[in-house]
């Protein structure tokens, strides 16, 4: 492991990650089932509206979004902690950063995943116009990065804390917001039938924000996960 490249270290825990978890699909099915309740039961409330303001559909969606970021990302590196296989994880010949990317990837396929259910299930229940779904996917997919990677990096930093689960549900709202409100804007906009062109500078805050995020976790992982 030691002649291999970071990168494809990386992609060997993801996928190790995302064995163990198909091995018990009870939690990303229970994940999945929460996505599906949701739209249903927002769809009851909302058959009686004859038009239905798109800032509200685009703020259920990117709130059941962040809501399953929550459920994935609090047991990244807990999981680790509880069952004694984080030393092991620090003995590996790469650098520290190879294993939050990881983490990160694992995160990422699991909540495309979550999404590809809750956007096809949106179609469904809140009759969404298909037309609109690639540039939708498009943006809660950048969205989804940004979750997976700042939600890595919370884990990392609150795997030892007492709690850490119940703490990283509240921490991870503040530091959500940078997400959260251009991927409503910009959810909103196509749900209102505007083209790429108009939510370029909401993908361009949600590209920074990433970006920002990256070299935050860079430059601190090494000092939290060898610690």
């Known amino acids: ?48 509206i004859i038009h ?41 010949p790469c650098p520290p950063y190879a294993v939050l990317a990881g983490k990160m990837i694992y995160g990422m396929v699991t909540l495309i995943i979550v999404l590809v259910s809750l956007i096809a299930s949106s179609i469904l229940f809140l009759n969404l116009d298909a037309s609109i779904i690639p540039t939708l996917l498009m943006v ?12 890595s990096m919370m884990s990392a930093v609150l795997m030892y804390s007492e709690g850490k689960n119940l703490l990283l549900a509240f921490l991870f709202f503040p530091v959500s917001v940078p997400i959260l409100l251009p991927g409503i804007q910009a959810g909103a906009k196509i749900l209102a039938g505007e083209g790429l062109a108009f939510i370029m500078p909401e993908i361009k805050l949600l590209l920074a924000f990433m970006l920002g995020v990256i070299a935050v976790s860079m430059t601190l992982f090494q000092e939290i996960f060898l610690e």
Request: proline share 3%.
């Open 140 to 151: 809660f997919i950048l969205g989804v990065i940004d979750f997976a990677l700042m939600g």
């Open 1 to 48: 492991m030691s002649d291999e490249n970071p990168l494809s270290i990386a992609l060997k825990l993801a996928k190790k990650d995302l064995t163990v978890e198909l091995r018990r699909p009870h939690e990303i099915l229970s994940i999945i089932a929460f996505t599906l309740s949701s739209i249903i039961v927002s769809s009851f409330s909302w058959r009686t």
């Open 52 to 92: 239905l303001d798109p800032l509200v559909i685009s703020s259920a969606l990117w709130i059941i979004v962040y809501f399953a970021s929550i459920l994935v990302l609090t047991t990244s590196f807990a999981r680790e902690v509880d069952r004694g296989t984080i030393d092991g994880l620090r003995s590996l």
